[in-house]
């Protein structure tokens, strides 16, 4: 073979080179743009704790969506009623913690006393939807303080 024809397939050898990697780059930015997968999502202190309930109490949880619902936000002062909007669904108890599960104005509240940092669970003294606050947890007892600060105790026992 010729030096000169030699050079001429060299050139294009390359050329096909660069030209397979710049359509393989342009493949690999493209996939780039679509979102990446998510493996590991992230989860919450209340969703794994419904998930660790015994399916009976999950069960009577299920009919409640997590979301507000869209007639009603959370920040919505409710029209006044004889009592406060919420019931006592359910409860939970460790050791170390009770965990009460509360269902009102379309959704599920986790109240405990002595959780740790776990986040999404609600404390004495923070709010909890509609002006209502959680006051205190105490054995069978649950004092919530309304928009119009009174007092609504709820039992808790039997659940």
């Given amino acids: 073979m010729k030096p000169s024809m030699l050079k001429f397939v060299a050139s294009l050898t390359a050329r096909g080179v660069l030209l397979l990697f710049l359509s393989a780059s ?6 780039d743009a679509d979102s990446p997968i998510n493996i590991f999502p992230s989860q919450t202190a209340a969703k794994m704790i419904l998930e660790s309930m015994p399916p009976e109490l999950r069960s009577t949880l299920s009919d409640a969506s997590s ?4 007639e009603m936000s ?8 004889s009592g406060p909007p919420f019931e006592v669904s359910g409860e939970w108890v460790e050791p ?6 509360l269902h009102g104005m379309g959704r599920v509240f ?3 006393r002595r959780c740790g940092s776990l986040p999404d669970v609600i404390r004495p003294g923070q709010p909890i939807a509609g002006g209502f606050r959680l006051k205190s947890l105490r054995g069978s007892d649950l004092v919530l ?7 609504h105790h709820l039992a808790v026992a039997g659940h």
């Fill in 26 to 31: 342009a493949c690999v930015s493209a996939n």
């Fill in 67 to 70: 979301e507000p619902s869209p």
């Fill in 74 to 81: 959370p920040t919505q002062v409710p029209e006044p009623e």
């Fill in 96 to 101: 170390d913690r009770h965990i009460i599960v």
């Fill in 110 to 112: 986790l109240l405990c």
């Fill in 145 to 151: 303080i309304g928009p119009d600060r009174r007092e």
